[in-house]
Nanobody, 127 residues
């Protein structure tokens, strides 16, 4: 059974940083493209970032987080990370870890294309 477990969320002030982690119980983690989505209250889930299969794989970011967030993975530890810097109130939401082994690159930003989702971790940015 595949499990994705996020951690690292919390309440922070604007300008602060947070690092999210996602521990994956995938047999061959390196076979999966993994990433992060988020959902703010009353809004649809939106793409945040994704990373290709290798630990130093190609990365994709939404325009909203590019330059502030960094996605990375450690295939030896079956773990995905999201380093979030210069947080703003608009970054508030539940952050979900996602994984898929067959997704095509043109669908990286489409939530419905990912087979596996974590339970989410809350990030709140407020003064």
């Amino acid at each position: 059974q595949v499990q994705l477990v996020e951690s690292g969320g919390g309440l922070v002030q604007p300008g602060d940083s947070l690092r999210l982690s996602c521990s994956a119980s995938l047999r061959t983690f390196s076979n999966y493209i993994v990433g992060w989505f988020r959902q703010a209250p009353g809004k649809e889930r939106e793409f945040v970032a994704a990373i290709n299969r290798r630990s130093a794989g190609h990365t994709w970011y939404s325009d909203a987080v590019k330059g502030r967030f960094t996605i990375s993975r450690d295939n030896a530890e079956n773990t995905l990370y999201l380093q979030m810097n210069s947080l703003i109130p608009e970054d508030t939401g539940v952050y979900y870890c996602v994984a898929d082994s067959t997704i095509i690159l043109s669908s990286i930003r489409i939530a419905a294309q990912y087979d596996y989702w974590g339970q989410g971790t809350q990030v709140t940015v407020s003064s």
